[in-house]
């Protein structure tokens, strides 16, 4: 499939009012999961142009909230008053800070994707170095039972990535949504159940810096 060719899900989104086709890998992973639920909080990591976060609000009703965080300008229309757009490194020290005070979350989407270079080691390295951030943040940032949704390049990493949220989320399953480009080697892996003591560790470990 050539990217640049607006497919059967391109022309949807446009349609729906959606700035991006990927509206509809988190609307396969709410009708499988039920992640989000009225009157949530919910964290949208590599947000741009928006339609996560559209979509994410919309679920949580207008009695819930979502914060959208992205390198890039959003698009999203004014009318989505539940929506907070923070722009910038999700995990620069500045980013989180900010994250941190609009927080806990009930559930933390990341879709984030490095700028791809077209090497498939470079770009799954790149991605599983952003998914590692995700799974740090995680703990800090969620109530449990929170649930996690991250998206990484299959490339060698992911299942070190299973294992390491299986330590800290009851149920961790990879997830490959019909509505990914045929050549993309993308998967989400959807973390549900944050254990409780995986928040009392990790507030050990910031009281004790
Ligand atoms: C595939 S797009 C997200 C599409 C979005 N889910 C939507 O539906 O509109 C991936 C995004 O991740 C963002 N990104 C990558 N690294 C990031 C970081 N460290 N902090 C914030 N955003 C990041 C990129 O700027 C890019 O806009």
Redesign the pocket.
Known sequence: MDRRKPDHYTQKAKKAG??????Y??EEIQTKYRLLRPKQRVL????????????AAEQVSPQGSVVA????D??IPDSYRQITILK?????PE?TEAIKARGPYNVV???????TTGNRTIDSTASAA?AE?CLLLAPSILRPPGALVI?IFQGGEEQELIRRLRQIFKSVKPFKPKSSRKNSFEIFLIATGLKSEAVRSDREKEESL
Not at 44 to 55: E, F, H, L
């Open positions: 959606y700035p991006a086709r990927s509206v890998k988190l949208d990591i590599g947000a741009a142009p928006g339609s996560w976060s559209m979509y965080v992205d390198l890039q959003c698009r910038g490194d999700a995990f620069s980013l989407l990341s879709d984030a994707a490095p700028a952003l951030q998206k």
